[in-house]
């Protein structure tokens, strides 16, 4: 759907900052050329450099009975997420606690447990209880205990279960305690509900717990006179806020209404954003007033709602409103009360508008939008936040409240990672700067708590996910930072492989190598060093004698999305082998960097073992993997480069999709395309891809790079028909970092600047306008930033920051006739062949190539 039109204050001030950007990046004399594009995608591109929050880390733990976590079982696998009937005894948790002055209020708050029962002082105050199909794990539990509470000593007691469980494919054991349900957390404050005060007492290491004992099932466990002596101090996790792993997978969804719970890493920063439309509005016996307050960010006016026969009986009976962002967003909703009484609404979360619209519990499938529908309780004149997620829509039903309640604001609390865009791109073509751009605000949206995949699902850190994303925020933003700390995460333990996932581990040696090409960190590689050992030997365990990847461990292979090509088949084999091959080669150059010429040159020659072995499972023309154009590509990449030339004429000439027999391929496995495409010399054929292909999103009305996507697939809300992970529906992401890879690619080979060696100290500069009547931008580097501009006809204007050794820049001059210059000085054309021209450039500064 379009966005709705900006003010034209708004249109001058970031076509303003636009142009300031250019004058800054492409220097005076590119301005001329530049054209501003629409106005930015990501509403924090423009954004003013923003303070650290202030926010105290909340003291709360997450405990559990101890040595009875089954993450950390050796059986663990006996008790999958999915099934939440095992694992069900009964915990029982005790703490003593003194109290020196009755409060008048006082608030319980719980989260954790599908089902918890309540004592205080030995006082049954309540039973809590969650639905086993919720998408959300847990929820956070409340009610009143002022009325339990006694001076002195006090004694909370809480029988739970354990949460009913999500999934998650993370290596942490604490993630996967939070998302198996086997935590809980209490606190109680002194005050109202959603009002934050110093608490009385938090969930710590000083509690006790034990398992119910059936055969005492008459113990009076919990009155405050019962001797717990025998039971253990519970385990802890720490704080709910204290480790990153606790906010991966939608470990902490549930965690949403605790009272001061920010739940993101310190380095991340928030934003307000308004509606840009409010549809779907559905009264019913209420009325609503001052509704363009909620799209405006400058408004006085508040809105509210007039219910004239109190509460509705029904979440379908409410009043209703469906609220448009528009574009993918990564935050949760916020809403702030101007009322005396609480309100609760109901909220569901949607990327597109169909997802935010549909009931039902089950998340992913046709019936029901991925988080589900979740109430919100809005404290009197307080503030309440929704679930932590990526969206567009958000649709609101107002169940209860006063006869006339108001909201100051109903906006979204935006999440972001305060990084600059350091490069930039501009061409003759809006789609393709439109490309570039969705693609580049595609991967910040997935730079929160680490680079995960996505912001709706998984969440999670994946290497082949980091392979992709990680390339272009390095191009983009030229930060490092995330991608460290994300590679670091993902070490797997001794023998196991990253992710679980052979081809990741290899994944994960790509991503580091690229990382070190842009960066050149000596130190963090040297950090590495071990990790790097241990996921190589890794994979060398799973080659047979003969060098070859056979699976003889039986794990699960994931090449892409498409037919064959994940899960146990030949193809997938072939697939890992192949990534397996380019890893041996990384590898080697990042041990000879770490001065281990040993390492290095064993590992090169277990690039050509590995690569002899797979040669036995070509076609018979010696070139091709049968028609994949997964495996192919690859194979372009990798293999030896005679053979490209039938890999292109045979299979990778045919790319695209108008025709029932052509292939399935993911805009993950689609970067890798592009890339085999570069490598047999078909640039041109790559851009006409990317615009068919990656545009095909925009004119579906994309603001973010879907997970999957074909062109053939039906057009009527297309979400409902994408595929990827064995599933189809709400469950497929519309926001997903591994489909940014054209961001990189137009960088790259548009304007063709790529480092030469680790840190840019050496560069290549070879733009390449293909079809196109200019092209400019910038690309980060330690040194600086470079910035170009390309035009047919008048040449190449770029700026080396200092630093650089060496820039190698071709020109590709239109007109061979015409002399060509090299800052005012005629070139003498040493290093001519066809219309390109080759030149050297030692200088930092400003430079001029072109004729006259």
């Not at 999670?460 to 996910?465: E, K, L, N, V």
Request: aromatic share 10%; hydrophobic share 40%; charged share 15%.
């Amino acid at each position: 759907m379009p966005f709705s039109p900006p003010s034209p204050v708004l249109k001058r001030r970031q076509s303003a900052a636009f142009l300031l950007l250019l004058v800054v990046s492409l220097g005076v004399g590119a301005l001329a050329h530049a054209q501003a594009p629409p106005l930015p995608l990501d509403p924090t591109r423009n954004l003013p450099p923003a303070p650290a929050p202030a926010h105290t880390t909340l003291p709360e733990e997450y405990i559990w009975t101890a040595n009875d976590v089954t993450a950390l079982r050796p059986d663990h696998g006996r008790f999958p997420w999915n099934r939440p009937d095992l694992r069900v005894d009964p915990h029982r948790f005790r703490v003593h606690f003194r109290v020196g002055a009755l409060p008048r209020v006082a608030t319980l708050y719980v989260a954790g447990p599908r089902e918890a029962h309540i004592f205080l002082n030995g006082r049954r105050l309540d039973d809590f209880y969650l639905d086993t199909d919720a998408p959300i794990g847990f929820h956070v539990f409340h009610t009143s205990v002022a009325a339990a509470l006694r001076l002195g000593d006090n004694v909370l007691a809480i029988e739970a279960t354990r949460g009913h469980g999500i999934v998650t494919g993370a290596a942490s054991t604490a993630t996967q305690q939070l998302t198996y349900g086997e935590i809980i957390v209490a606190r109680i404050a002194p005050a109202q509900f959603g009002v934050e005060a110093p608490a009385l007492v938090v969930s710590n290491g000083t509690w006790r717990s034990a398992t119910a004992s059936p055969e005492h099932p008459q113990e009076r466990w919990s009155e405050p006179g019962f001797d717990d002596s025998s039971w253990q101090p519970v385990e802890s996790l720490g704080p709910v806020e204290s480790n990153v792993d606790f906010f991966q997978w939608s470990a902490d969804a549930g965690m949403y209404e605790w009272p001061g719970y920010v739940g993101m890493s310190p380095g991340l920063r928030t934003f307000a954003l308004p509606a840009s439309a409010v549809t779907h509005i559905f009264s019913g016996a209420a009325s609503f007033a001052n509704l363009a307050s909620l799209t405006s960010a400058t408004s006085t006016a508040t809105f509210s709602i007039t219910n004239t026969i109190g509460a509705q009986a029904t979440d379908a009976d409410a009043p209703s409103i469906l609220l448009d962002f528009g574009r993918e967003v990564t935050g949760r909703l916020l809403v702030e009360s101007a009322s005396p009484a609480d309100a609760t609404l109901s909220i569901a979360y949607g990327e597109s508008e169909i997802e935010a619209l549909a009931t039902g519990l089950t998340p992913g499938q046709q019936g029901g939008n991925y988080l589900g529908t979740n109430l919100l309780h809005v404290p009197a004149n307080g503030v309440a936040r929704g679930p932590k997620s990526g969206f567009r829509y958000v649709r609101i039903r107002f169940l209860r409240g006063a006869p006339v309640t108001a909201y100051k604001s109903i906006h979204v609390e935006g999440i972001y990672d305060p990084v600059a865009y350091a490069g930039s791109f501009v061409s003759s073509d809006p789609l393709l700067n439109r490309i570039w751009e969705t693609g580049a605000y595609t991967a910040h949206l997935c730079m929160q708590d680490g680079i995960w995949d996505a912001p709706k699902r998984d969440r999670g850190r994946w290497a082949g996910d980091l392979d992709i994303e990680g390339h272009v925020i390095s191009t983009v933003f030229g930060d490092r930072a995330l991608t460290e700390e994300t590679l670091r995460a993902l070490v797997p333990s001794a023998g196991a492989h990253v992710n679980g996932i052979p081809s990741y581990s290899a994944l994960w040696i790509t991503s580091l190598a690229d990382l070190y090409q842009h960066f050149g960190d000596i130190a963090f590689l040297l950090s590495q060093r071990q990790a790097l050992l241990g996921i190589l030997a890794g994979m060398d365990a799973s080659l047979n004698a003969d060098g070859l990847f056979d699976n003889h461990a039986h794990q699960w292979l994931f090449v892409d999305w498409a037919p064959g090509l994940y899960a146990y088949t030949p193809e997938s084999r072939i697939g890992t082998q192949l990534q397996y091959i380019r890893a041996y080669h990384a590898a080697a150059a990042l041990l000879r960097a770490l001065d281990d010429a040993a390492a290095g040159q064993r590992y090169d020659a277990q690039a050509t073992r590995a690569l002899n072995a797979i040669h036995a499972l070509r076609d018979a023309n010696g070139a091709t993997y049968g028609d994949t154009w997964q495996l192919n590509a690859l194979a372009t990449v990798v293999d030896d480069p005679k053979t490209a030339g039938a890999i292109w004429t045979r299979v990778l000439s045919h790319v695209k999709q108008d025709a029932p027999a052509d292939q399935v391929v993911s805009p993950y496995f689609n970067a890798y395309v592009l890339e085999a495409m570069d490598v047999t010399g078909h640039q041109q054929q790559a851009l006409d891809w990317i615009r068919a292909y990656w545009g095909g999103m925009l004119a579906e009305g994309a603001t973010s790079f879907w997970e999957s996507y074909d062109l053939r697939w039906p057009k009527t809300n297309p979400q409902l028909s994408l595929q990827a992970d064995g599933t189809s529906g709400y469950f497929v992401s519309l926001a997903h970092g591994w489909s940014s890879g054209p961001t990189a690619w137009l960088t790259e080979n548009v304007l063709g600047i790529t480092p030469s060696s680790p840190a840019y100290d050496t560069v290549d500069i070879r733009p390449r306008l293909l079809g196109l009547d200019y092209a400019g931008g910038t690309v980060p580097t330690p040194h600086g930033t470079i910035a170009i501009h390309i035009d047919r006809q008048k040449g190449i204007d770029l700026d080396l920051p200092p630093g650089i050794a060496r820039a190698t820049v071709a020109y590709y001059a239109s007109d061979p006739t015409r002399e060509v210059f090299l800052d005012g000085k005629p070139s003498r054309c040493e290093n001519c062949k066809d219309t390109q021209q080759v030149f050297e450039i030692t200088q930092a500064g400003h430079h001029v190539i072109g004729p006259r």
